[in-house]
């Protein structure tokens, strides 16, 4: 007979909703901060080294958080497929 550890199933539920969710939010706050970058671009005239030092801070962190919403997924990827990782 088949006995079900209601516990580790919760557990994974969890932190699938958990990995889910941080996922979504690095996306968001990624999209988020490369719209700000458009804005300042777009609002700054000339040389306007508070503006352009704000895109590129902007931008930089959007990508970084891109960076880690991607790594997020190709980590639970190479969860998901067997033999990849290896003691997992």
């Known amino acids: 007979m088949i ?3 209601w516990n580790h199933l919760f557990l994974v ?8 969710v941080s996922v979504i939010i690095l996306f968001s706050v990624g999209i988020r901060l490369l719209t700000n970058a458009e804005h300042a671009k777009k609002s700054h005239k ?3 080294m508070k503006a352009l030092r704000s895109e590129a801070l902007n931008r930089a962190v ?3 958080m891109f960076g880690l919403s991607f790594g997020a997924v190709i980590l639970g990827v ?3 497929i067997p033999g990849v990782i290896k003691g997992v």
């Not at 539920?13 to 889910?20: D, E, G, K, N, Y």
């Open 13 to 20: 539920a969890a932190t699938s909703v958990l990995a889910a």
């Open 3 to 5: 006995t079900i550890d």
């Open 46 to 48: 000339g040389s306007d």
């Open 62 to 64: 959007a990508y970084v």
């Open 78 to 80: 190479l969860l998901v």
